[in-house]
């Protein structure tokens, strides 16, 4: 893993427990200030360009305004929902975004995509599609974006698994993983949305509060959690990048 000479913090030498006590009530903007002062390098955002990423997004971008604008990670798994690609093409455009797109080694195209590793391959082995897709590609760019710590747009009400969810964390490899929202709902993602007039996912209005890639996405029913309709009938409740 590689550490950037100019960061603040060593993630390893926090007191996570300290830390999180102290942000536990605070605003996600308190949070990722904290992050932008403590890690003006190797800070890094990954992005769905779901509504709570996005909420990250706008407040890193149009709120705090570091001085070294924060890399945005997008896994283009080469499935994604038109409107998906849409929305990310218009952020990069509003915000400025210093985004990075990072995919799936040899691929540019759903069709060679299949053609390389069979059709369908999400019906035949789920874990391999989601390994060569999101895992690969996220854990090379936070490694070549030479990442300490990464910032992601899960809350605990999202779903039964995330409900323990600290705000701040260490994955696998010893990088510091910052969850701004997890003390957050979904009623108060959509408040700041409405209130600062942010773009988003228009299948936010059609029954898919969170989007994934096409072909395993759907609408839920009322009543669902949120995440119901990301790999309906599968038994997954995670693609695998936040194990």
């Known amino acids: 893993m590689t550490h950037s000479s100019d960061s603040l913090i060593q993630p390893t030498q926090l007191d996570l427990k300290k830390l999180n006590q102290k942000f536990e009530n605070l605003h996600p903007k308190d949070i990722l200030a904290w992050c932008v002062a403590n890690i003006p390098t190797g800070l890094v955002q990954a992005s769905a360009f779901n509504v709570d990423d996005m909420l990250i997004t706008d407040l890193l971008y149009r709120e705090l305004k570091p001085v ?56 035949k082995d789920i874990t391999k599609f989601h390994d060569i897709t999101k895992i690969e590609p996220l854990q090379r760019g936070l490694k070549e974006l ?40 979904r009623k108060e993602t959509w408040a700041y949305v409405f209130e600062h007039d942010m773009i988003y996912n228009p299948l936010h209005d059609q029954g898919y509060p969170s989007i994934g890639d096409e072909p395993l996405t759907t609408p839920i029913r009322e009543g669902e959690d949120e995440r119901a309709g990301r790999w309906r009938g599968t038994g997954k409740t995670e693609c695998g990048i936040h194990f």
Do not use: C
């Open 68 to 123: 070294k604008p924060v890399p945005v990670i997008f896994l283009d798994t080469l499935h994604h929902f038109p409107q998906t690609l849409e929305l990310v093409a218009r952020t990069k455009d509003l915000y400025r975004l210093n985004l990075k797109v990072y995919r799936t080694p040899g691929v540019t195209t759903r069709e060679a995509f299949a053609a390389k590793h069979g059709k369908a391959l999400w019906d």
């Open 146 to 185: 030479g990442a300490i710590a990464w910032i992601t747009g899960r809350r605990r009400d999202q779903a039964n698994t995330r409900s323990d969810m600290p705000i701040f964390e260490l994955d696998r490899e010893q990088r510091l993983k910052v969850n701004p929202l997890a003390n957050w709902t």
